[in-house]
C-alpha cells in the first residue's frame, strides 16, 4: 500500500488495524516474557535480574524492561484486560496504566 495514494479514509482504518495488531502482538510478547521470568530463563549468564536481561537482549532501556516486565506479570492476574489487549482493543499505554 502506497500511504500517499490511498484515500484518507482508508489510511485511517489501516492506522486503526495496525495499532490493533501490534497490540496483540506486545500482549503475546509479554505472555513470554512472563513465563521467562517465572521460569528464570534469564539466570546463569550473568545477569542480576530479568530486566537486566530484557535490556541487554532486546534492547530497552533499564526502566522500559522493568515496566514491561511488571506489566507483563500484571496482566497474569487481569485475564478481562489481557483479553481486551489480545483483541487489540487496548494499547500498551493503556494496558499498563492500568496495571500500575
Known sequence: MDPDAVPIGEL???ICQWAGRIA???C???GLL???DRRSGW???GMRSCAHWLSWRC???PRTARDHLATAHALEQLPMIRAAFT???L?????RAIAR
Open 24 to 26: 496483540a502482538a506486545t
Open 87 to 89: 483483541a487489540g482493543t
Open 91 to 95: 494499547s500498551y499505554s493503556k494496558v
Open 43 to 45: 539466570s546463569g549468564i
Open 59 to 61: 534492547g530497552l532501556s
Open 12 to 14: 485511517e482504518t489501516a
Open 28 to 30: 503475546a510478547w509479554l
Open 34 to 36: 512472563a513465563a521467562f
